[in-house]
T-cell receptor, first 116, second 110 residues
Framework: GAVVSQHPSWVICKSGTSVKIECRSL??????MFWYRQFPKQSLMLMAT?????????EQGVEKDKFLINHASLTLSTLTVTSAHPEDSSFYIC????????????FGPGTRLTVL | LAKTTQPISMDSYEGQEVNITCSHN???????ITWYQQFPSQGPRFIIQ???TKVTNEVASLFIPADRKSSTLSLPRVSLSDTAVYYC???????????FGKGTRLHILP
C-alpha cells in the first residue's frame, strides 16, 4: 500500500523555538495533504488542509501564523510550529490521498512534539 | 460533513467476534464509509471501506444496511493485538477533509 512518512518521529525543544515537521508521500503523488493534532486519550483534530502550490486552509481556531504549512511539491508538506510553547506539545499526524479515483487517505506515523 | 457516533469503549475476549456499530444519520449520497484502526503513538491505519451492502477483506467485514445510516465493523476471532481505537469516518472523496469522531476504544482480554 501507499506509504506516508513523517520526520522527525519525535522532537523535544525549548519554549520559544520553532519546529518543522515533514510529511512525505513516498510512492505516490498527493495534491492534498492534511495535518492533525492529537492530545493524549483524545481523537484526531484536523488542523488544516494542505494543497500543493496554494495556501493551506485552516480549521476554525487554528492560528495560521503559528502553524505554518507549506506544500511545495506533490510529495512533501511541512508543518512549522513557530514559537512553540508547552501547550503545543502533542502528537502531530499528517495524511495524504493518492491523486486518482481512490477514496482512501493514508496516514503518516505521527510526530511527538514535546516543548519544555 | 456527516457526523458519526460510536460506542466509546468495548471489551471482548480473545477468539471472539467483535462488532462495532457506527451511526451516521446524515450521510450524503456520495459518501463512502471507512474504518481506521489506531494504536497508541501511531497514525491511523486503514481497515476497510464500503459504500453499501457488505464488504469483506482479509482482516474485517463491513456491513452497511440499505439506508446507509449506520455501519458495522466486524472483526472475526480477535486477538490481544486488536486492542486499539477504531474510527468510523464518512467522506465523499479522497480530497475530502475527514472529521474524526471520538472512536471506539476496544480492549481485548485474554
Amino acid at each position: 500500500g501507499a506509504v506516508v512518512s513523517q520526520h522527525p518521529s519525535w522532537v523535544i525543544c525549548k519554549s520559544g523555538t520553532s519546529v518543522k515537521i515533514e510529511c512525505r508521500s513516498l510512492d505516490f503523488q498527493a495534491t492534498t495533504m492534511f495535518w492533525y493534532r492529537q492530545f493524549p486519550k483524545q481523537s484526531l483534530m484536523l488542523m488544516a488542509t494542505s494543497n500543493e502550490g496554494s495556501k493551506a486552509t485552516y480549521e476554525q481556531g487554528v492560528e495560521k501564523d503559528k502553524f505554518l504549512i507549506n506544500h511545495a511539491s506533490l510529495t512533501l508538506s511541512t508543518l512549522t510550529v513557530t514559537s512553540a510553547h508547552p501547550e503545543d506539545s502533542s502528537f502531530y499526524i499528517c495524511s495524504a490521498a493518492i491523486a486518482g479515483d481512490y477514496n482512501e487517505q493514508f496516514f503518516g506515523p505521527g510526530t511527538r512534539l514535546t516543548v519544555l | 460533513l456527516a457526523k458519526t457516533t460510536q460506542p466509546i469503549s468495548m471489551d471482548s475476549y480473545e477468539g471472539q467476534e467483535v462488532n462495532i456499530t457506527c451511526s451516521h444519520n446524515n450521510i450524503a449520497t456520495n459518501d463512502y464509509i471507512t474504518w481506521y484502526q489506531q494504536f497508541p503513538s501511531q497514525g491511523p491505519r486503514f481497515i476497510i471501506q464500503g459504500y453499501k451492502t457488505k464488504v469483506t477483506n482479509e482482516v474485517a467485514s463491513l456491513f452497511i444496511p440499505a439506508d446507509r445510516k449506520s455501519s458495522t465493523l466486524s472483526l472475526p476471532r480477535v486477538s490481544l493485538s486488536d486492542t486499539a481505537v477504531y474510527y468510523c469516518l464518512v467522506a465523499a472523496n479522497r480530497d475530502d477533509k475527514i472529521i474524526f469522531g471520538k472512536g471506539t476504544r476496544l480492549h481485548i482480554l485474554p
